[in-house]
């Protein structure tokens, strides 16, 4: 089974295998009417599958504007995140730069360094290496490294670019046809959605005079108190 780019680089194909294979959730799926996307069709840019994964928990947007401002704030999530990714590129420059001195005699000469100019498109290309997973990866390390440098609106903009947006103004659309899309499903809003207990609450109430399915949603209300889900 091929899953697309977008259930890999969010965990949503995780998410999917761990949360559709309890036996409530189970259940639950076969009857109710918002299913959710399978990992081999996900695309984080289609509002009914964002909505959907966030009423099953698997919330990928901050639901409004002052949320995403907070996450760019020194120390804040995703500030911390891009600190992490930097981190992460220093220690692979290093293994790499080890690896090539080991090679040495075998003719590779190729040392990463960091603290010198910028690493651009056009020295990849010289050593034949554009496209590679090298190249992208030193280049999403100067948009990083880049970042601390932005103020707000940078840094809004960079936010918005890792989640493939060409800025934060995109994004911001974007967040209003999750609202619409939302409301087709019945809700408020997408930040209804995003409420933690919105969907269980929901479910308690639809099978609240079956009996037969109070077993099946006492256990998930069990879990969901747990936070297994």
């Not at 997408?190 to 109070?214: F, W």
């Amino acid at each position: 089974m091929s899953l697309t780019n977008d259930s890999l680089a969010y965990g949503y194909d995780e998410f999917y295998t761990n949360y559709s294979t309890i036996p409530p959730i189970q259940c639950l799926l076969e009857l109710t009417s918002s299913q959710l996307i399978h990992p081999s069709c996900f695309d984080a840019h289609n509002p009914r599958h964002v909505c959907l994964s966030a009423l099953h928990g698997f919330v990928i947007y901050p639901f409004n504007e002052r949320l995403i401002k907070e996450r760019v704030n020194d120390n804040a999530p995703y500030s911390k995140t891009v600190a992490s990714r930097i981190e992460a590129f220093r220690a692979y420059v290093t293994k790499f730069n080890a690896d090539q001195q080991s090679r040495l005699f075998a003719g590779s000469r190729l040392v990463l360094k960091i603290e010198d100019e910028p690493f651009t498109l056009e020295q990849f290309k010289l050593f034949g290496l554009d496209g590679t997973e090298l190249a992208e990866a030193a280049l999403a390390f100067e948009a990083d490294r880049k970042y601390f440098t932005l103020g707000k609106a940078g840094r809004l903009n960079h936010f918005s670019q890792h989640h493939g947006f060409s800025n934060f103004q995109e994004l911001k659309s974007f967040l209003n046809l999750l609202d619409v899309e939302a409301q087709g499903l019945g809700y408020q809003s997408y930040a209804s959605i995003c409420a933690s207990s919105r969907y269980m609450g929901d479910m308690e109430k639809k099978y609240e005079n079956q009996v037969y399915m109070l077993p099946v949603v006492n256990e998930m209300r069990q879990k969901w108190d747990l936070k297994w889900l």
